[in-house]
């Protein structure tokens, strides 16, 4: 009966590539919002738990999507205000900076920090904001300063993988370095980037495999961001760290009661405003994901119900010679199958090429296998059970009308 379903396919050719190509297109769709969604959640959640433990503090009342700035680019606060509160007694002041924030490039999707942040940090902290990551070549830490320094060298910068090959493009040298799609070119170790007019030398390139706002970090000394930024005597944030777990919610406390016109954020605040954040984006993707499968369902059933309509004589001979209702059911859903089958074989490869577009060549680790056999068997049943009301239309087609037909 499958044989026989695929014949009827063939006959009408035209039909049958556009049907195919518009499941497709709907597979693709549904795979590509679950998979963005999928990498959005998983990104988020590893930035929260990347400043487990630490006080963002910023500018009071500067809001975004997710209800707080993140990263709080807009916020200003005094360096002499930024050292008061540092110094006070609770905090681990090893374990605490003042950091700058700018950003170099727009976003490559909605709800990501830019694609090339500046990220200012005090030397010798640089693990308050980097939190033990690695790095893929050179160093994750900024030359320590002596004597023998040349003072007319360009400054350190230490760039995440996707700051790198946003400025491979302007770096005086650049190096490839492979990757699922292919080699990849990446602002080379020792090559100088400029950064709002002003050279800095890269010196080390971030392990990719962190978060979004690592990879697109362009970590420099403080004072040369302060320099770049023309804010000698402000910084954007602070990176506050208590001496002791248990003191980290009193130091919220005394920090906004001491300084009213700051925020400070807890790491469980910034996690209930991701999930804030979650919730909206994963509503839209929703109806994305589901208007897709709503539209294969009604695809094959209006293809379904005119490939009846056209062949009631066909249907009623087949009858009228002692075909079973069950062969003639079987035949339709199995036209409806060969539909699904060949386009989730046409959407698969092409949400992978629209990931890796969308995403940049980092995302092809995104790709799931679950993702996409769960994609083309949730809309190949949407498009099958769409077809049972077609299938019984041609199972109770009367012989003798049907062999009347024209």
Request: aromatic share 4%.
């Amino acid at each position: 009966m499958f044989i026989l379903a695929v014949q009827q396919l063939l006959t009408k050719k035209l039909r049958s590539a556009l049907t195919v190509l518009g499941f497709g297109v709907c597979v693709n769709l549904y795979i590509v919002v679950t998979t963005v969604m999928r990498f959005i959640t998983e990104d988020l959640d590893l930035q929260v738990q990347r400043f487990t433990g630490i006080l963002f503090v910023q500018s009071r009342g500067l809001t975004g999507l997710s209800g707080i700035e993140w990263p709080p680019i807009s916020s200003t606060i005094s360096v002499s205000e930024a050292a008061t509160v540092i110094s006070h007694p609770s905090v681990d002041q090893q374990r605490s900076t003042m950091v700058s924030f700018a950003s170099l490039a727009p976003p490559p999707y909605p709800t990501a920090p830019p694609e090339a942040l500046l990220v200012g940090i005090e030397e010798g902290k640089e693990d308050v904001f980097l939190n033990g990551a690695t790095a893929l070549a050179g160093r994750s830490r900024f030359p320590e300063r002596n004597a023998d320094n040349d003072s007319d060298a360009a400054p350190p910068a230490i760039l995440g993988v996707l700051a790198a090959r946003h400025f491979a493009r302007v770096a005086s040298a650049t190096t490839e370095v492979p990757s699922p799609v292919g080699p990849i070119a990446l602002a080379a170790l020792g090559s100088t980037i400029a950064v709002r007019g002003t050279e800095f030398e890269v010196q080390g390139i971030l392990e990719p495999e962190t978060n979004q706002l690592l990879r697109s970090a362009v970590l420099v000394p403080l004072e040369q961001a302060q320099c770049v930024l023309q804010s000698p005597d402000s910084v954007t944030a602070l990176l506050v760290s208590p001496k002791r777990a248990s003191d980290i919610d009193p130091l919220q406390k005394t920090i906004e009661a001491n300084h009213e016109e700051l925020m400070v954020i807890s790491d469980r605040q910034l996690a209930a405003n991701a999930r804030k954040l979650l919730d909206r984006v994963n509503q839209l993707f929703d109806v994305v994901r589901w208007t897709s499968v709503s539209v294969a369902a009604l695809l094959i059933a209006i293809v379904m119900f005119v490939s009846v309509l056209e062949r009631t004589r066909e249907l009623g001979t087949l009858r009228a010679i002692g075909a079973p209702r069950r062969s003639l059911l079987s035949l339709i859903l199995s036209e409806s199958a060969g539909f699904a089958m060949a386009g989730s074989m046409v959407g698969v490869p092409m949400s992978r090429l629209v990931i890796r577009q969308a995403l940049g060549p980092d995302a092809v680790s995104l790709r799931s296998r679950e993702i996409e056999w769960g994609a083309a068997g949730i809309l190949s049943l949407c498009s099958i059970v769409a077809a049972l009301m077609p299938a019984w239309r041609a199972v109770q087609v009367d012989p003798i009308i049907a062999l009347r037909y024209e």
